[in-house]
């Protein structure tokens, strides 16, 4: 079960950070230093739920991998991908492949929307640069990075108002 309390304050921290991030597009490493302490204090209030095993770090450990390549190949913020891996480590192992999933097919419902609108909002300057062959034109509509944490926030909200049952209320 993961307790209200902790969904409640992912809740909250997620929807500051999703605003922060909408309006400068900058993630503080603060809040990596915020999630790290809160699950030191969670793993002596939740011994059962919160634990210290390489298991428990694998998804972390992973956004901060592939985080790091989609920054190499400018498609993903640092901060984004930092913030990620530090947020997964409050969200209980039982849990952790529910929300990636959540957190899948948020991603992939937003960015699908952000592109379609964009080609739509773009499209004859599109046919007029495949007509005359631009390619880093097009790449220039298209090449434009979105803020991720209200992506992440969506999502987890989707996963709480999905699976209201294992939050103990």
Not at 137 to 146: C, D, N, V
Not at 151 to 165: D, E, K, P, R, T
């Amino acid at each position: 079960m993961l307790p209200l309390m902790v969904f409640i304050f992912v809740s909250i921290q997620l929807l500051v950070v999703a605003y922060i991030d909408f309006k400068t597009s900058k993630i503080s490493n603060v809040w990596m230093f915020i999630n790290f302490f809160l699950f030191c204090v969670l793993t002596f209030l939740y011994p059962k739920i919160y634990v210290w095993h390489i298991t428990a770090l694998l998804f972390p450990m992973a956004f901060l991998f592939v985080g790091f390549i989609l920054f190499i190949m400018n498609i993903m913020g640092g901060g984004d991908s930092k913030y990620l891996s530090s947020l997964y480590v409050l969200v209980p192992l039982g849990f952790q492949d529910t929300v990636f999933l959540y957190l899948l097919y948020t991603t992939v419902i937003v960015g699908s929307s952000l592109l379609l609108f964009n080609a739509l909002k773009n499209f004859d300057k599109i046919l007029l640069l495949v007509k005359i062959g631009d390619i880093d034109g097009i790449k220039k509509i298209f090449g434009k990075k979105f803020t991720y944490a209200p992506v992440i926030f969506i999502a987890w909200m989707w996963f709480g108002w999905q699976n209201h049952s294992v939050l103990g209320y």
